[in-house]
C-alpha cells in the first residue's frame, strides 16, 4: 500500500507536471494575443494621425493662394483676351527703368537710381495687369445676366452694394440692382430702357416710401442708345455728388433692409390663418 500511495503520489506529481506545463503552453500561447491586443490598442493613435493628415490635406486644399498664385491667374484670364499683355509689361516696366537710369546718369548716382527704379518697374507693371484685367473682366461678363451687380461689386469703400437684384422680371429676364453710397441710392438696371421703366419706377415707390430724404439716382446699364457701358458704371457711380455721411449711409441701408423686406410677395396657395377640418374626414364615411 504504500508503494501504491507512493506510485500515486508520484503519478500525481507527473500528473501536476503535465498540467502545469501545458499551463506554460497557454501562457506562451496566450502571449501573441496579447501582443495583438497592445497592437490593437495602438491602432487608434495611427487613426488619429491618419485623421491628423487628412485635416491638413482638407486645410492645404480650402486654403486660399497667396500673392504670387493669383498674380499668375490673373495673367493667364488677362492673357485669353489679350494676348499681347506680357510685352506690354515687359516695355512699360523697362522704360521706368530707363528713365531712372537717365536720372541717376545726370546726377552721377546712377546705381542708387536704378536700385530705386527697379520696385517702381514692377509697380508699374502690375498696374497695367489690373487694368488690363479688369477690361478682360468686364469683356466677358458683359451681356449676361446679372452683369452689372458683378461690376458694383468691385467698388470700394464707401458704398453698400446688394449682391441680390432688388428688382426682377422673370419673363424678360430684366434686372435691377441696388447700391447705398454717400451721393444716395442708386438704381443700375439691365435690359432695354423702356421697358425695364416699370421696374424702375416701382422700386422708387418703394424708396420714396422707406427713405423720403434720400435721392435715387438710376443708371441704365448696357451697350444701346442713352445707357452707360459695363466698364464705365463704377466711374459713374463715383462721380455723383455726396450728399450724406457715412453714418446716414449705415442708417439708410439698415432702414431698407428691415422694411424693404416687409414688402415681399405672399407665396400663392392655402392660407393656414384660414384653413377648417374636413368634418366628414373626422366623422368617417
Do not use: C
Amino acid at each position: 500500500m504504500p508503494y501504491r500511495t507512493q506510485g500515486f503520489i508520484v503519478t500525481q506529481s507527473t500528473g501536476s507536471k503535465r498540467a502545469s506545463s501545458k499551463r506554460a503552453e497557454t501562457r506562451t500561447s496566450a502571449q501573441p494575443t496579447s501582443a495583438k491586443r497592445n497592437e490593437t490598442k495602438r491602432k487608434p493613435g495611427s487613426s488619429r494621425i491618419a485623421s491628423s493628415k487628412r485635416a491638413e490635406t482638407k486645410n492645404a486644399q480650402n486654403k486660399k493662394p497667396g500673392m504670387f498664385a493669383q498674380m499668375k491667374q490673373v495673367y493667364k484670364m488677362t492673357r485669353e483676351s489679350d494676348p499681347n499683355i506680357g510685352w506690354i509689361m515687359l516695355l512699360a516696366a523697362l522704360a521706368t527703368l530707363l528713365v531712372f537710369l537717365l536720372i541717376g546718369i545726370l546726377l552721377h548716382n546712377w546705381i542708387t537710381f536704378l536700385l530705386i527704379g527697379i520696385p517702381f518697374a514692377v509697380l508699374v507693371a502690375v498696374m497695367i495687369l489690373s487694368r488690363r484685367a479688369e477690361k478682360a473682366a468686364f469683356a466677358q461678363i458683359d451681356g449676361q445676366t446679372g452683369a452689372s451687380g458683378a461690376a458694383m461689386s468691385t467698388l470700394r469703400r464707401g458704398w453698400i452694394v446688394d449682391q441680390q437684384p432688388a428688382a426682377v422680371n422673370p419673363r424678360t429676364q430684366d434686372v435691377v440692382f441696388r447700391a447705398v453710397g454717400r451721393p444716395g441710392i442708386v438704381l443700375v438696371t439691365e435690359g432695354p430702357t423702356k421697358r425695364v421703366a416699370q421696374l424702375v419706377n416701382k422700386e422708387k415707390a418703394t424708396l420714396r416710401r422707406i427713405a423720403p430724404n434720400v435721392p435715387v439716382h438710376v443708371i441704365n446699364a448696357g451697350n444701346g442708345e442713352g445707357q452707360t457701358p459695363m466698364k464705365e458704371v463704377t466711374r459713374k457711380m463715383n462721380k455723383l455728388e455726396n450728399k450724406l455721411t457715412q453714418q446716414e449711409v449705415q442708417a439708410v441701408n439698415s432702414r431698407i433692409t428691415s422694411l424693404g423686406n416687409q414688402n415681399l410677395p405672399m407665396p400663392k396657395g392655402v392660407d393656414p390663418m384660414r384653413m377648417r377640418p374636413d368634418r366628414k374626414g373626422m366623422r368617417g364615411r
